[in-house]
């Protein structure tokens, strides 16, 4: 399974992006979005299952972003609109292998994201 981030740049506090993960090569499952600042550690983001039924968010972003996917497209998206400059980070992406999986056990490269204050 590969997974591909893209979406990620440079946006002026209070704008938006949108993430897009695409997978390929088999089948994923559960999903969602982590991301590690500068000198941090790699934080969870938001998820989502399978069906798209159920999202779970951390709280710094609630209200802000929004994870959702296409699973006919196999691409999993996060919208980030008020973003603000603590939200710079490189952004990944995971996957799980089993609908019941507890474990992300595939990630994409990263997308690197910048909010300028």
């Known amino acids: 399974v590969q997974l591909q981030a893209s979406g990620g740049g440079l946006v002026q506090a209070g704008g938006s992006l949108r993430l897009s993960c695409a997978a390929s090569?088999?089948?994923?499952?559960?999903m969602g979005w982590f991301r590690q600042a500068p000198g941090k550690e790699r934080e969870f983001v938001a998820s989502i299952s399978w069906g798209g039924d159920s999202t779970h968010y951390a709280d710094s972003v609630k209200g802000r972003f929004t994870i959702s996917r296409d699973n006919a497209k196999n691409t999993m998206y996060l919208q980030m609109n008020s973003l603000k400059p603590e939200d710079t980070a490189v952004y990944y992406c995971?996957?799980?292998?089993?609908?019941?999986?507890?474990?992300?056990?595939?990630w994409g490269q990263g997308t690197l994201v910048t909010v300028s204050s």
């Open positions: 995971a996957a799980k292998a089993t609908i019941r999986g507890m474990v992300y056990k595939y």
């Open positions: 090569g088999h089948t994923v499952y559960g």
